[in-house]
């Protein structure tokens, strides 16, 4: 099994090029919102281990939102290159300097403190961002196993629609059979999952021990903070501001342009965090969680309820006191947002609560994004548009992705009848 | 409730089937005075009227309500898709599936000219007369009609000839449901008022966008007071948004290509029907037989209505993407319904919960709308659709619903239910009826759809044309009549 890692540089952007970058990345897509693969200044399609990628200026519209005790004095327009990739980031990054070290300069010279002759490599290294909370929709699925899968089911589709006829009254383990024996004649290469790699397999055990058992060992002192939390927590959920004005149509407009060309989407937000001490080690407290939620429990094809999310990170700026947040999901923004009020509100809260106007919530878990409009409002006004966005799989959702696997691995074993009409069914 | 019903547009609670005769004009506001002069004085039809032999509504665009000079800062006040209106932005056109030959480039109105005003006209009978009687000479001044639509009377059947309008939500005029208990985690019909009428508790028990506006301002103290914020007068209560859409039906095509699948006429409608989701009659394929809060309690309605598809998870006796089950999917806000809270929050968590499949469409009920819709054309049989020389019967639907938050409700049912073709499990296919067949950016079809069949293998067709095309709509605001009479400036009634 091939894991998924990530990857994000940012850097400040010269103030007086920040025009000549937007032209120069709008040069990458074939018309807004829709990138031109093979474009010349970063070829993504050549990158095979990439499942998605985006280029995105980050220029916050909702700074004047902190109150003038927490000014943020020197918050520069960044340009954020991120990804989420299969196998390590690091060759991932070499792999861009010997395929498109070009283009990437050109690219990164709208940036502070990029020189023509500057190790390219190790500015990138500089200028990577970790994120606090990644999710990965399903840990180990591959760009190549993701188009293995999805030729297999167009090929496995067409068989059936050949003969249709011939099926009428078979048994559904007889044809069952019949495809896998077609399938293993001239079906599409399946090619097996690597080895887990076994840096990975030691991280992920102790990651699995040692939270637990640092939880375990904080709980005495977390129990008796508890009450103190409580307290501390619910004066500022009372008082906090909330500040959710409608966004401006143009904004909306700019949004919307780049959105729905396909079946999925990408959502790129920045906003403030909550001033003080409190807010940031709860975050830091919750991102902690939520990370060793992401990595053990939340690993096959479904965020709690939520199961639209290929990809998508928190990652702090500006010494934890901005949040970036970022995604990749099926549909529109609209159902992206029902489907967090109604299945996950709870979740939603317990990161964006902490955030500065986001609408009132009780005790982290309970209203905020409850409350429909503001809670949409919110959403929309911190989003950026994102500038390049690639997905290496156009077309295929979630839900395909998941059947796909499960097609696959339905042509191993044996099944019984009532068994094989359903793997049949999601072809 | 009762007591607000002569605030309220008769729409709201009626289609008015009964008024047999109906033209809609889409109007341009060419003098403003007189416009209002007018709006002040329509005989508009209210709710609280009952059994009426001719009607006349009234509702305005984002545009119209500019034309009539209401000021901008109150026009900002509606929510942003009615603003942008149907046709404002790609992104809005990409989602409800307007592209190809229904692409707003195409349109016969609502893209290049948006209405100020649209007015419903109705009769049981004499409508050219009761048309007379509201195009009067101050009319004429006021505004210009710039296109009339007219309708025909198919007998409660749709051009394709199934009984439309078969099922609607019930809304909650007496407020006898709380919504958000854990009764919601199963499906139900009842749907609060603050779904369809702005200034009401919708569905998450709260208030939908609507302008407020300070009673100071010149009449708005003849406004109804805000609930939500009682210093405050309500421009939107007791009102809702009118989605208008101008659907072209190919009623030879759908036929002709439904009788080349099939073998006989027998088939060739329970093929058609598989498409719809429901019989020519209107009966539904899965047996209504049970009870469903705000279904009704005649034997009648539990036929027809008394049903969800959570028996039917495959699909096999209703296709999962068969036309009304993608409109109204049925479901509850968990799937499995109601199983304690320890199941709730097992499930809430996820934890264990191993199938994926299962969660993709829930909470039908923040996705409902009222539908009002009447056809047009001549009407003709699918016997005589099917014939060569049949000749084109030039017919449709206007549909109309009624919804508070068009967001959320009509454009949600339109993309993620109807156009998308990733609807539940589905792949490869848009709504059999109503898609555009428009292959995705990657190539990927969405002209077919797929029987699924007790062996597991589905039959599927393939390359099927479009049936419906769209050719003009706009978002209006269907206001309450003390609302409407604010904005066309009326001095306060004495």
């Keep these: 099994m091939t894991p998924q890692s990530n990857f994000m540089i940012a850097a400040p952007i010269v103030a007086e090029r920040e025009d000549a970058l937007r032209s120069l990345l709008e040069t990458m897509n074939l018309r807004p919102g829709v990138v031109d693969q093979q474009n010349a200044l970063l070829p993504f399609a050549r990158f095979e281990q990439i499942h998605v990628a985006r280029f995105v200026i980050l220029k916050d519209e909702t700074l004047d939102d902190r109150s003038p005790e927490d000014p943020l004095p020197n918050a520069p327009v960044r340009l954020a290159f991120l990804g989420d990739c299969d196998g390590d980031t690091e060759a991932l990054l070499a792999h861009f300097v010997a395929q498109a070290a070009d283009g990437l300069r050109q690219i990164f010279s709208h940036c502070e403190g990029f020189s023509a002759d500057i190790d390219l490599l190790r500015w990138m290294r500089q200028h990577s961002l970790k994120p606090a909370t990644q999710y990965v929709n399903w840990i180990g699925r591959t760009v190549l196993q993701i188009r293995e899968e999805a030729a297999l089911h167009a090929a496995l589709r067409s068989y059936l629609a050949r003969h249709p006829a011939a099926f009428d009254g078979q048994r559904p383990s007889r044809i069952r059979d019949w495809l896998i024996t077609v399938h293993q004649v001239n079906g599409p290469t399946l090619t097996p999952p690597a080895r887990t790699p076994l840096r990975w397999r030691v991280r992920q055990l102790l990651n699995l021990i040692c939270v637990p058992v640092a939880l375990l060992l904080l709980s005495p002192s977390l129990l008796i903070y508890a009450p103190v939390f409580l307290s501390i927590l619910r004066r500022r959920e009372t008082t906090d501001p909330v500040i959710t004005p409608t966004p401006s149509p143009a904004h909306v407009d700019a949004l919307s342009l780049i959105e729905d060309h396909d079946v999925s989407n990408q959502f790129s937000a920045l906003g403030s965090v909550k001033p003080g001490r409190f807010r940031r080690w709860t975050l830091v407290f919750i991102f902690w969680i939520l990370n060793f939620s992401t990595h053990h429990i939340y690993t096959r094809g479904r965020l709690a309820r939520v199961n639209t999310i290929h990809f998508a990170r928190w990652v702090f700026t500006d010494d934890k006191r901005r949040l970036f947040f970022g995604s990749n999901y099926d549909g529109s923004l609209d159902t992206y947002m029902d489907d967090f009020i109604n299945k996950v509100a709870f979740g939603v809260n317990l990161v964006f609560t902490n955030g500065i106007g986001f609408p009132r919530t009780k005790f982290l878990l309970c209203g905020g994004a409850k409350n429909e409009l503001p809670y949409k409002r919110y959403l929309r006004r911190h989003q950026l548009p994102t500038q390049v966005w690639y997905k290496a799989y156009p077309g295929l959702t979630t839900t395909d992705l998941a059947r796909n696997t499960m097609i696959r691995e339905g042509l191993e074993g044996r099944m019984t009848d009532a068994q094989a009409q359903r793997w049949l069914a999601l072809i | ?494």
């Design chain 2, 1 to 494: 409730m009762a007591s607000e019903f002569a605030d309220i547009q008769g729409l709201l609670r009626s289609g008015y089937s009964n008024l047999v005769q109906a033209c809609y004009l889409l109007v341009r506001v060419t003098d403003r005075a007189a416009a209002r002069a007018w709006l002040s004085s329509a005989p508009i039809t209210t709710a609280a009227e009952g059994s009426v032999s001719t009607l006349l509504q009234v509702a305005l665009t984002a545009d119209g309500m500019r034309s009539l000079g209401v000021a901008e800062q109150i026009v900002a006040g509606f929510s942003p898709e009615f603003q942008s209106g149907m046709a404002g932005q790609e992104g809005r056109s990409r989602r409800l599936g307007d592209i190809g030959a229904s692409a707003p480039s195409r349109w016969r109105w609502g893209a290049y000219w948006v209405p100020d005003v649209l007015m419903m006209l109705a009769a049981r009978t004499g409508l050219s007369s009761w048309r007379e009687q509201v195009v009067t000479d101050l009319f004429g001044r006021g505004f210009e009609i710039l296109e009339e639509l007219a309708t025909s009377d198919m007998h409660g059947k749709e051009p394709f000839g199934f009984v439309d309008g078969v099922s609607q939500p019930q809304p909650d005029w007496d407020g006898k449901r709380r919504p958000g208990t854990s009764a919601d985690l199963e499906y139900g019909n009842l749907i609060a008022v603050g779904e369809f009428l702005l200034g009401y508790r919708n569905e998450y028990g709260l208030y939908t966008d609507r302008p407020l506006l300070d009673p100071a301002l010149d009449g708005a103290v003849d406004l109804p007071v805000a609930e939500d914020d009682p210093s405050r007068r309500d421009l939107g209560r007791n009102g809702s948004y009118l989605v208008f859409r101008e659907l072209h039906q190919n009623v030879r095509g759908f036929w002709r290509f439904v009788a080349e699948q099939a073998q006989s006429l027998d088939e060739s409608t329970r093929l058609a029907e598989a498409m719809v989701g429901r019989r020519l009659s209107g009966g539904p394929l899965i047996a209504g037989n049970h009870h469903i809060r705000g279904v009704g309690d005649r034997n009648r309605d539990i036929r027809l209505n008394g049903f969800t598809y959570d028996g039917d998870q495959g699909g096999i006796v209703c296709p999962i993407g068969a036309h009304v089950r993608r409109a109204n999917p049925r479901t509850g806000d968990m799937p499995g319904g109601r199983q304690g809270w320890i199941a709730w929050l097992n499930r809430t968590i996820g934890l264990f919960q191993p199938d994926l499949q299962d969660d993709l469409v829930a909470a039908s009920r923040f996705h409902r709308i009222l539908r009002r819709g009447r056809e047009f054309g001549m009407s003709m049989t699918m016997e005589e659709a099917m014939r060569p020389d049949a000749t084109d019967p030039r017919s449709g639907l206007h549909f109309l619903c009624l919804n508070a938050n068009i967001s959320r409700q009509f454009e949600f049912i339109q993309n993620a239910w109807l156009m998308s073709s990733k609807f539940a499990r589905l792949s490869g296919e848009s709504d059999p009826i109503i898609g555009n067949r428009e292959p995705l950016l990657s190539g990927q079809p969405t002209d077919t759809f797929s029987l699924p069949q007790p062996n597991g293998v589905a039959r599927r067709l393939a390359g099927m044309p479009q049936f419906v095309t769209v050719a003009g709509g706009a978002y209006f605001f269907l206001p309450g009549v003390r609302a409407l009479r604010y904005l066309a400036g009326a001095p306060p009634a004495s």
